[in-house]
């Protein structure tokens, strides 16, 4: 990578973690992604029970393969073949994990984090019932200020995500948000976290890299 466009990102991603620090958040700036990786098996023993939310972030990153190597318990909804009963199941289980790991849809360089659902486990267990939760986000998720990270999440996540899981949306055809009325339209619920949750410990992973949607 250009020299130039790094240090563009390193001082991007440095100025945002130090406005999640200063809303209470625990933020740390990493280069790679494989740093990230480190960074949460830091923090996660063998008798773990792992919470995962819905992030292809996560899975880019590779720790769900190595955390069900040590033997720690994955609560993963998106596990194949599971009913719905079951999937509803589990997204509940995960928002009583030990550790919830997820991403942020869209980060504020002004320290706030950005996310909507169109079911609400993700956002809840972000905000309240794990013991910790870590978030990981690639500069291509910090944003200038909310409003530009609502259009972050219609515009540029959600039309990918919803193509990705063949949802009769318009904006998997169009590549936009029209907002919809769609009976599987998946951005029902916004959740705007201007300040780290009283009672959740919340640690928040900037990378250096392009992650995700």
């Known amino acids: 990578m250009d020299a130039n466009k790094t240090w563009w990102i390193e001082q991007r991603c440095q100025k945002t973690v130090e406005k999640l620090k200063a809303h209470d958040f625990d933020a740390i700036y990493v280069r790679t992604k494989e740093e990230a990786v480190d960074e949460i098996l830091k923090l996660v023993t063998p008798n773990t029970r792992v919470g995962v939310g819905g992030s292809i972030t996560l899975r880019e990153l590779g720790v769900l393969d190595q955390l069900k190597a040590k033997g720690n318990t994955i609560l993963d909804h998106?596990?194949?073949?599971?009913?719905?009963?079951?999937?509803?199941?589990?997204?509940?289980?995960?928002?009583?994990?030990?550790?919830?790991?997820?991403?942020?849809?869209?980060?504020?360089?002004?320290?706030?984090?950005?996310?909507i659902d169109g079911i609400g486990n993700r956002v809840n267990a972000m905000t309240f019932g794990p013991k910790k939760v870590i978030l990981v986000?690639?500069?291509?998720?910090?944003?200038?200020?909310?409003?530009?990270?609502?259009?972050?999440?219609?515009?540029?996540?959600?039309?990918?995500?919803?193509?990705?899981?063949?949802?009769?949306?318009?904006?998997?055809?169009?590549?936009?948000?029209?907002?919809?009325?769609?009976p599987h339209r998946a951005c029902r619920i916004i959740v705007i976290h201007e300040r780290k949750p009283q009672f959740t410990d919340v640690l928040v992973i900037v990378v250096g890299e392009e992650l995700g949607y």
């Open 78 to 115: 998106w596990v194949p073949g599971l009913s719905k009963e079951q999937s509803i199941e589990i997204r509940k289980a995960e928002m009583t994990s030990d550790l919830f790991l997820s991403s942020s849809n869209a980060i504020t360089v002004n320290g706030e984090l950005v996310n």
């Open 137 to 182: 986000a690639g500069y291509n998720k910090i944003v200038g200020n909310v409003e530009d990270a609502i259009k972050r999440v219609r515009d540029v996540a959600t039309p990918p995500n919803a193509r990705r899981l063949n949802m009769e949306v318009p904006c998997a055809k169009l590549g936009g948000c029209v907002d919809c009325n769609a």
